[in-house]
């Protein structure tokens, strides 16, 4: 079983940046296709951006497409999530999943991390 740990989450002003981390256990992490997801107090968990087992694709958001940016270094068995220009919306706790095949959907997703807190004061 994978094994997934955030870090870097923490409190932010508006308009700054966060870059999330996912270190992931095992030796197969180079199979799974990965995404960040996030959920809010009171909102149900919604997929911000997924990666491709390889890396060579990626799904973002509409909510925040232009702002962020997921990537992997499967050599390190991580993946990451650069946060720029953050609003007080984007405020939720931030777990990265794991999935044998690439999806966008957060039902989908099979392994979690336990979550970050980021929080995007005004």
């Known amino acids: 079983q994978v094994q997934l740990v955030e870090s870097g989450g923490g409190l932010v002003q508006a308009g700054g940046s966060l870059r999330l981390s996912c270190a992931a256990s095992?030796?197969?992490?180079?199979?799974?296709?990965m995404g960040w997801c996030r959920q809010a107090p009171g909102q149900e968990r919604e997929v911000v951006a997924a990666i491709t087992s390889s890396g060579g694709n990626t799904y973002d958001a509409d909510s925040v497409k232009g702002r962020f940016t997921i990537s992997r270094d499967n050599a390190k068995n991580t993946v990451y999530l650069q946060m720029n220009s953050l609003k007080p919306e984007d405020t939720a706790v931030y777990y990265c999943a794991a999935s044998s095949q690439y999806t966008a959907v957060a039902n989908l997703m099979e392994y979690w991390g336990k979550g970050t807190l980021v929080t995007v004061s005004s």
């Open positions: 095992g030796r197969t992490f180079s199979s799974y296709a």
